[in-house]
């Protein structure tokens, strides 16, 4: 059974490359053939673009989703019904195949870019192929990345397969320690071969090397961290240092041309050119650094809407579903510019709480989060015009929307929602991307114009990574100075409070709390925040016999290996504290007050 399912992965991955019949054959992946191979650069970069393509479908659910879930700064959210969101952030399951559309879209993405790295090798060497190759290898060792810290001991697809026979010979299930061999030695290949240049020089949203190097910080830190390693080991008997991966973040900060904005807020959409007017938190700052021109942006998911394709839109999901739901006669208006959403998500208060006793003047804190008590809405029309305070509506605008849960009045800003007005004080557009300022948009609808860029790596990270690599303040102090804080001495508790406040809401926290070994101090502390479940008010509860920091005891943070998959291959392993999915069932929220 396993055989037949490796085998349809592959079989299926392939239309995606270039939606071409020319490379649907299984046959002759490691020698030319020009029936089956590209002949030109258009044709690789073709190829390469159905790679790209996979990491739209596996961010809609997959690691970022889990990691901004799972982690201590935000809850579940969203609707009575809505089990999958609240199950994450309690770490708990639905159902033993919770896990198995991640599985098929990785796996399915791995696949394109082993025929597209089988088949762009094959070709002559030039500096575009090189380039090329580099951008597979990156893609091939992110799907991995992700695949790894949710799931584990995961198999290895190393290569496309030569024939039919190959593509019938599932892989075995690797060890961590295998599979990061894998990934750091495609993410050197990448750095050390892909051609150094300037982060614009190539169409946005291309990777260049700064790319493997900044992976390479991320992996680095998360291996040695999370599995108390020293370096990082490297498929064919290598390794790579702390030194090494310090040198090529190094290379990235002088030689990349990225750099940081001059205002952490025009790092998100809500200051864009049309809903900065009509925002009075935000009227005064910088317009928007729009995607596709943000020299902070490393490692991006392209959802920008095309204007070629507006019946067909991107839209970026983490968005849409964390914009809050409200009832069915209430005015958005109030929470401008905050757009509608599936009400997931939300802050926790405590994390609120924790900013502003860590850093009380922090700008990021209101930059990066939309708090119910302290954001005001404008009303009304030129002279009529007045500034009111959101606190005295919100919760009444909530009533009866979707019986809502965990909700606490706390959005955050970065990822989410975000709309304008069509006329000053008239109505909204779904989307401000809708507006004829940006794509002009028919199709108006909340759900599908949500395009912003889903951002992976930002080149902040890779200042505050060199900066705990290298146990040094310059890169921690560069990213202080953007948001006129004092510069501090280097320590691991100003690392961890300076990551926590740059990189909220980013899907980094979980894999931080976890490398950091500190996952089950801070997970429990989720719990007797004030919340409102379905217009009442109560307080956050465990929804287990275990609580989130037993539940990361039990599994270190990782989640079950699908039963789908266990049912085609009975020789995989599942993964501890899930063996028994019947005991960690999330079915209904339970009010135990």
């Not at 959101?390 to 709309?419: H, M, P």
Request: aromatic share 12%; with cysteine.
């Amino acid at each position: 059974m396993k055989k037949l399912f490796f085998l349809w992965i592959i079989t299926i991955s392939l239309p995606f490359l270039t939606g071409c019949e020319d490379f649907l054959s299984l046959q002759s992946y490691t020698t030319k053939d020009s029936e089956s191979f590209p002949r030109t650069e258009e044709d690789a970069t073709q190829m390469l673009t159905g790679v790209y393509s996979s990491l739209v479908r596996t961010h809609n659910g997959g690691y970022f989703w889990y990691a901004m879930l799972a982690a201590d700064e935000r809850f579940g959210g969203g609707g009575i019904n809505d089990r999958g969101p609240q199950a994450i952030s309690h770490l708990l399951c639905t159902g033993n195949t919770q896990t198995n559309s991640i599985w098929t879209s990785h796996y399915t993405a791995i696949a394109n870019a082993n025929a597209t790295l089988a088949a762009l090798e094959n070709m002559e060497t030039s500096e575009a192929i090189i380039q090329k190759i580099g951008e597979a290898k990156i893609l091939r060792a992110h799907f991995y990345f992700s695949l790894v810290q949710l799931l584990g001991d995961v198999p290895i697809m190393k290569s496309a397969p030569e024939d039919l026979a190959a593509a019938q010979a599932a892989p075995p299930q690797a060890t961590q320690e295998e599979i990061y061999a894998f990934i750091v030695k495609d993410l050197w290949d990448a750095y050390n071969s892909m051609p150094t240049c300037k982060w614009n020089t190539y169409p946005s949203g291309t990777l260049t090397k700064w790319a493997a190097a900044g992976m390479l910080g991320r992996v680095y830190l998360f291996y040695t961290g999370f599995y108390q390693k020293s370096v990082l080991p490297m498929e064919g008997g290598g390794q790579v240092t702390g030194d090494q991966v310090a040198a090529a973040l190094k290379d990235c900060i002088d030689n990349s041309g990225h750099v940081l904005v001059d205002d952490f807020r025009s790092l998100w959409s809500y200051t864009n050119s049309q809903s900065k007017p009509d925002y009075p938190y935000a009227k005064d700052a910088p317009t928007w650094v729009m995607d596709g021109e943000n020299p902070e942006h490393i490692f991006v998911v392209k959802l920008i809407v095309h204007n070629s394709y507006p019946s067909s839109t991107y839209t970026n999901n983490i968005a849409m579903s964390c914009g809050p739901a409200m009832g069915p006669n209430s005015n958005y208006k109030t929470m401008f510019p905050l757009g509608q959403g599936w009400g997931m998500g939300p802050v926790n208060t405590r994390f609120y709480d924790d900013w502003v006793k860590d850093e009380p003047d922090d700008l990021r804190r209101k930059a990066s989060i939309w708090h119910y008590k302290e954001e005001t809405y404008f009303e009304g029309i030129g002279e009529a015009r007045v500034e009111l305070p959101c606190e005295d509506v919100y919760f009444k605008n909530q009533a009866g929307a979707d019986r809502r849960l965990e909700q606490t009045g706390l959005w955050n800003k970065k990822i989410i929602s975000i709309r304008s007005y069509k006329t000053p004080g008239g109505d909204l557009w779904g989307s401000f991307l809708s507006s004829p300022a940006y794509f002009d948009q028919p199709n108006d609808v909340f759900m599908h114009n949500n395009g912003q860029d889903l951002i992976w790596l930002r080149y902040a990270d890779v200042l505050l990574m060199h900066s705990e690599i290298t146990k040094t303040a310059d890169g921690l102090n560069s990213v202080r100075a953007r948001v006129n804080l004092p510069a501090v001495a280097y320590s691991l508790d100003a690392i961890q409070k300076e990551r926590r406040h740059e990189l909220a809401f980013e899907a980094i926290r979980w894999g931080d709390i976890r490398r950091w070994h500190i996952a089950e101090d801070v997970l429990d502390r989720k719990y007797g925040v004030e919340i409102e479940n379905d217009t009442k008010f109560t307080h956050m509860q465990p929804q287990n016999a275990q609580t989130c920091a037993e539940r990361y005891r039990r599994t270190k943070g990782f989640w079950p290996i699908s039963q789908t998959q266990i049912d085609l291959d009975p020789t995989l392993k599942q993964n501890a504290g899930w063996e028994n999915y019947t005991e960690v069932l999330y079915s209904a929220w339970t009010d135990k007050e």
